[in-house]
């Protein structure tokens, strides 16, 4: 069973960063203390997730209908090695450029998603 999923407002997000899953700040190399970690140095990744839904549930072959949701992350290091961190509600609207991984507003979003959701879901891992 995962861990329990941490919620908080994207705009935490940098500083929520700095600190590894146990809670302790994380240290980078040549890190003399005061430095800390800058998510638009990291690395930028992109995972394209799908939601799909039924038309008619109750109707034997009713078609299926998907969208695309484009999900960024951003793998950045510390000491220990490398770690990932959803950035996708972040992506949007700290000014970041999403890249040659794509568009944070794909036209293939399902109507009912946003990247400009301002709550960030915590699950970073560290490997």
Known sequence: MSPPCHVFPVSELPAH?????RGRKRKLD???????VDLSKCKLR?????????EQPQTPNSPVRCWAVNRFFRECKDKKGTFSVETTA??????????????????HQHPGTSV???????????D
């Open 17 to 21: 960063v700095q600190a590894d899953v």
């Open 30 to 36: 040549g890190d003399s203390g005061g430095g800390g």
């Open 90 to 107: 972040w992506e949007g609207t700290n000014g970041a450029a999403v890249g040659a991984a794509g568009s944070a507003t794909a036209s």
């Open 116 to 126: 400009a959701d301002k709550t960030m879901y915590s699950f970073y891992q560290d």
């Open 46 to 54: 992109s995972l394209a997730q799908y939601h799909c839904e039924i």
